[in-house]
């Protein structure tokens, strides 16, 4: 199937350096190595390969560019989901309230209001099988009150 070796850590290291990235040993790259890994990094040393076939890299690339670049990126996630979760909630809420104003609290069961009535039953299966399954005290009161 394949033929490549598993690599120690530090033959991983060895590799990259043969193929022309700059390793300092203070930048600790068997401490990342061990806990993101080889594949995972080298989606963030993929641009800096000046041969991607033989994965050779161009001059001056350094290991701790793309630990940089790796760090960079999990701190724009976490700020790009941030505000993703607050448009979400955001949409949800206007959403909820325009549809219930205009047709009732339980519009998300009213038939008339979709297209797709075999969807609309399953989407409803599975908010049953969430209140359910749920264990916030609020939503459970909200239901067990109407």
Known sequence: MFNKKALTIQEQVEKLQERGLIINPNNNPAHYLSHISYYRLGEYWHSMQEDKINHIFKKNSKFKDVISLYNFDGELKILLFDVIEKIEISLRTKLIYHLSLEYSPWWFQNFDLFID???????????????????????KKSFQNS
Do not use: D, F, Q
């Open 117 to 139: 009535s075999k969807e609309l039953v399953k989407t409803l299966a599975n908010l049953e099988e969430e209140l359910a399954r749920t264990k916030e005290p609020s939503i």
